[in-house]
């Protein structure tokens, strides 16, 4: 096996016990075990461990900052703010450094406690109790440098939240971190917690590092989190709950937003589900379909969901395997989600996010990692493996839009047969069945970029996706996108390839823009000799070479208003 597993579990130290997880503290307040028996306190001022070794001690206690702290900084789920102004500048280059490493704010997360308690917002109607026999996780997080306190953070709220009976294993895998703080200090701590830590021998991705956390897991369900989380209290039971009624059941927690700045949770209900759209495999946010909020009795029921964000969700272990894991042919980050939320529904599980469990994550604006091709390249490849193996006809959609050969995304024949040995439904099915509400393209003529045939370098673009944005031209990339173009059967034209946005001639300021396409789009004809009309004016889509602006005119022959719409590749 890849990596290594540090300690055995053979007995469990007596913090592990879990008797917390049950104990609700009033605010401000955690609870630890005395005795063995839990008891609330007003947590310590000093509780960010110092890295082992370390000759500058570690968070707000340290002995050189003697600065006056609120003790209870962040509890609750609270927020810290830090004013960058009034740092020293010693500080003020740690601060900026913390945010540069990790895309969030670690000196913040540094002064909060590692056990900080989160508020109990469960809804009333959800269970206190639980089935006795409820099957055991593995906890599987996977890091690819993570800060030391928002990692350790979300180590501890697993522990510190979760019963004891039901936490298996707590797996840490190490996606090749160059961080010196991941190395040593980390097998140190984690070492008197029994977390397990395996770690691979080059930058694997995200996906093919779960692989390797699943082939150490011995837990019966595994739980897969990301490394910037803390987990609510009574979190883990209603996932288990689910999974253990059906084992199809892939069950998401709510995904609660901690801030990036000052690490506030914002602790709201679920009002949304996780779909994706067929244009561009993007995953997004939508609210609950009136035809599962009317399947559902009560807001802490489960909700079935179309589809999952990918990072926080507990599936049986033999499920999991039985359905064929991930796609070890994606790289780094991205698309498995989408992969994954297909597979489970067209081969027979479900995907649930229950109301009653809550995890918060922090969600960063940027991606602080090292790419070794750029995001969007390794996003293409991956999508274009999901788009491949489980679209059907429907995978052009996508195509078209990105302009895709299928020499780029490697081999996917073992997810072919896959797909056919768990005689998995059609896509069709799934857009039917499990998200009808979705919206797709109509039928395009053609779909491609479209160049100027005056000057053939410019190609229109539609410079963004913003409502009423003039579109203009811009040098031709050639890879679809904003330089997307579809003529559909009914004469609307979409433009971008993420949105269903038709183009639109203002009235009154002759604008061409960009709007949600309806049946009041405008008409257009692409005409033989390459003109594009507008039905309604009669008028002719004209580049205006200095400018590199467009405009309606009338139509006549000169050069600048012939385009070559040209056809996407098509695998
Ligand atoms: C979301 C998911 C994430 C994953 C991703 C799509 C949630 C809350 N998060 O993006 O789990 O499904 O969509 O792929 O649903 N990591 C590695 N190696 C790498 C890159 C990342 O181990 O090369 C780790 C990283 O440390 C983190 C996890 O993978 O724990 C997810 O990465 P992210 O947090 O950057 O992704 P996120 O939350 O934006
Ligand atoms: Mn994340």
């Given at each position: 096996?890849?990596?290594?597993?540090?300690?055995?579990?053979?007995?469990?130290?007596?913090?592990?016990?879990?008797?917390?997880?049950?104990?609700?503290?009033?605010?401000?307040?955690?609870?630890?075990?005395?005795?063995?028996?839990?008891?609330?306190?007003?947590?310590?001022?000093?509780?960010?461990?110092?890295?082992?070794?370390?000759?500058?001690?570690?968070?707000?206690?340290?002995?050189?900052?003697?600065?006056?702290?609120?003790?209870?900084?962040?509890?609750?789920?609270?927020?810290?703010?830090?004013?960058?102004?009034?740092?020293?500048?010693?500080?003020?280059?740690?601060?900026?450094?913390?945010?540069?490493?990790?895309?969030?704010?670690?000196?913040?997360?540094?002064?909060?406690?590692?056990?900080?308690?989160?508020?109990?917002?469960?809804?009333?109607?959800c269970p206190r109790r639980f089935p006795k026999n409820l099957p055991d996780t593995s906890v599987?997080?996977?890091?690819?440098?993570?800060?030391?306190?928002?990692?350790?953070?979300?180590?501890?709220?697993?522990?510190?939240?979760s019963p004891?009976s039901l936490l298996k294993?707590?797996?840490?895998?190490?996606?090749?971190?160059?961080?010196?703080?991941?190395?040593?200090?980390?097998?140190?701590?984690?070492?008197?917690?029994?977390?397990?830590?395996?770690?691979?021998?080059?930058?694997?991705?995200?996906?093919?590092?779960?692989?390797?956390?699943?082939?150490?897991?011995?837990g019966s369900v595994l739980t897969?989190?990301?490394?910037?989380?803390?987990?609510?209290?009574g979190w883990l039971e209603p996932l288990l709950t689910r999974v253990a009624i059906n084992w199809s059941k892939v069950v998401c927690p709510?995904?609660?937003?901690?801030?990036?700045?000052?690490?506030?949770?914002?602790?709201?209900?679920?009002?949304?589900?996780?779909?994706?759209?067929?244009?561009?495999?993007?995953?997004?946010?939508?609210?609950?379909?009136?035809?599962?909020?009317?399947?559902?009795?009560?807001?802490?029921d489960p909700?079935?969901?179309?589809?999952?964000?990918?990072?926080?969700f507990s599936m049986s272990k033999k499920y999991f395997?039985y359905?064929?894991?991930?796609?070890?042919?994606?790289?780094?980050?991205?698309?498995?989600?989408?992969?994954?939320?297909?597979?489970?529904?067209?081969?027979?599980g479900s995907i649930e996010?229950h109301?009653c469990s809550?995890?918060?994550?922090?969600?960063?604006?940027?991606?602080?990692?090292?790419?070794?091709?750029?995001?969007?390249?390794?996003?293409?490849?991956?999508?274009?493996?999901?788009?491949?193996?489980?679209?059907?006809?429907?995978?052009?959609?996508?195509?078209?839009?990105?302009?895709?050969?299928?020499?780029?995304?490697?081999?996917?024949?073992?997810?072919?047969?896959?797909?056919?040995?768990?005689?998995?439904?059609?896509?069709?099915?799934?857009?039917?069945?499990?998200?009808?509400?979705?919206?797709?393209?109509?039928?395009?003529?053609?779909?491609?970029?479209?160049?100027?045939?005056?000057?053939?370098?410019?190609?229109?673009?539609?410079?963004?996706?913003?409502?009423?944005?003039?579109?203009?031209?811009?040098?031709?990339?050639?890879?679809?996108?904003?330089?997307?173009?579809?003529?559909?059967?009914?004469?609307?034209?979409?433009?971008?390839?993420?949105?269903?946005?038709?183009?639109?001639?203002?009235?009154?300021?002759?604008?061409?823009?960009?709007?949600?396409?309806?049946?009041?789009?405008?008409?257009?004809?692409?005409?033989?000799?390459?003109?594009?009309?507008?039905?309604?004016?009669?008028?002719?889509?004209?580049?205006?070479?200095?400018?590199?602006?467009?405009?309606?005119?009338?139509?006549?022959?000169?050069?600048?208003?012939?385009?070559?719409?040209?056809?996407?590749?098509?695998?």
């Open positions: 096996r890849e990596g290594y597993v540090y300690s055995n579990i053979t007995s469990w130290p007596k913090f592990w016990l879990g008797l917390c997880a049950s104990h609700n503290c009033s605010t401000g307040k955690k609870c630890v075990l005395e005795d063995g028996q839990p008891q609330c306190e007003i947590s310590e001022c000093v509780d960010v461990p110092s890295l082992p070794n370390a000759s500058i001690p570690y968070g707000h206690r340290g002995v050189n900052d003697t600065r006056a702290y609120d003790c209870d900084v962040g509890e609750n789920g609270e927020g810290l703010v830090i004013n960058k102004e009034n740092l020293t500048k010693q500080e003020r280059q740690k601060y900026d450094l913390g945010w540069k490493n990790n895309a969030y704010n670690e000196y913040a997360s540094d002064r909060i406690s590692v056990h900080r308690s989160l508020p109990d917002i469960r809804y009333d109607g599987i997080i996977c890091f690819h440098n993570e800060g030391w306190s928002v990692l350790l953070r979300t180590v501890h709220s697993v522990i510190d939240r004891r294993e707590i797996i840490l895998v190490d996606d090749f971190s160059d961080m010196d703080h991941l190395k040593e200090p980390l097998e140190k701590y984690m070492r008197d917690y029994q977390v397990k830590i395996v770690r691979t021998k080059k930058r694997e991705g995200l996906i093919r590092s779960r692989l390797l956390g699943n082939s150490v897991a011995t897969f989190l990301d490394s910037h989380i803390e987990c609510y209290p709510v995904i609660n937003l901690i801030d990036e700045d000052t690490f506030k949770t914002n602790n709201l209900q679920a009002t949304a589900y996780g779909v994706f759209s067929v244009t561009n495999l993007v995953f997004g946010w939508e609210a609950i379909s009136q035809r599962e909020q009317a399947r559902r009795q009560n807001e802490w909700i079935r969901s179309p589809a999952m964000a990918g990072g926080l395997e359905l064929g894991t991930y796609d070890s042919g994606m790289e780094i980050w991205g698309g498995e989600n989408i992969e994954m939320s297909i597979r489970v529904w067209t081969c027979g996010i109301p809550h995890v918060g994550h922090i969600f960063r604006s940027r991606s602080p990692y090292k790419w070794e091709r750029s995001i969007y390249e390794t996003l293409l490849k991956n999508k274009a493996r999901v788009a491949e193996v489980w679209m059907d006809e429907y995978k052009h959609i996508y195509y078209e839009r990105i302009n895709y050969s299928s020499s780029d995304m490697g081999d996917v024949s073992d997810r072919v047969a896959l797909r056919k040995k768990l005689r998995c439904k059609p896509f069709k099915w799934y857009l039917d069945n499990v998200h009808p509400e979705a919206q797709l393209p109509e039928h395009s003529i053609i779909a491609g970029d479209v160049a100027s045939l005056y000057r053939d370098t410019l190609c229109l673009d539609s410079m963004g996706t913003k409502d009423g944005l003039e579109i203009g031209v811009a040098e031709c990339h050639g890879t679809g996108n904003n330089q997307f173009w579809a003529i559909t059967v009914k004469g609307h034209i979409y433009g971008s390839a993420e949105y269903y946005k038709c183009l639109t001639n203002e009235i009154g300021s002759g604008k061409l823009t960009l709007w949600p396409c309806d049946d009041h789009s405008d008409i257009w004809q692409y005409t033989e000799d390459k003109k594009i009309v507008n039905q309604g004016t009669g008028k002719c889509l004209t580049l205006v070479p200095a400018t590199r602006k467009l405009i309606m005119n009338q139509c006549s022959d000169v050069g600048t208003q012939y385009w070559n719409w040209r056809r996407a590749r098509k695998p």
